[in-house]
């Protein structure tokens, strides 16, 4: 899917997509939010993958840890990044993960 399918613009303008625009800065290179299943909720804009169930970056936010990978030129931004992911908590039960990249050009400035 391109950038500008409604499926894709769909997660970039509703709620949390909104929200995640508000967050936008030089430093934060991209955000998504995922559902319990590891499918995209919400996105900043389009990522590489569409399903990251089975990935350290949503099984561990799953788990109740926090995720870093390690530095790396991202796929879908093309930035050289560092994602870290956390849980989306409803209570006590994780419901989904949030993964953020922090622009390492931008973090050494």
């Not at 991202?74 to 956390?86: A, N, P, R, W, Y």
Request: aromatic residues 4%; hydrophobic residues 35%.
């Amino acid at each position: 899917l391109t950038k500008l399918d409604p499926s894709v613009r769909s997660l970039s303008t509703n709620d949390a997509g909104k929200f995640l625009r508000t967050k936008k800065d030089e430093i934060l290179s991209e955000a998504f939010l995922n559902s319990a299943d590891g499918t995209k909720a919400a996105l900043l804009a389009k990522t590489s993958k569409w399903n990251h169930k089975g990935q350290p970056k949503h099984d561990q936010p799953m788990a109740g840890k926090v995720w870093q990978g390690e530095p790396e030129v991202d796929e879908s931004t093309g930035i050289k990044q560092l994602q870290v992911s956390v849980p989306v908590m409803d209570g006590d039960k994780a419901v989904g993960s949030l993964v953020i990249g922090l622009s390492l050009t931008k973090l050494e400035q």
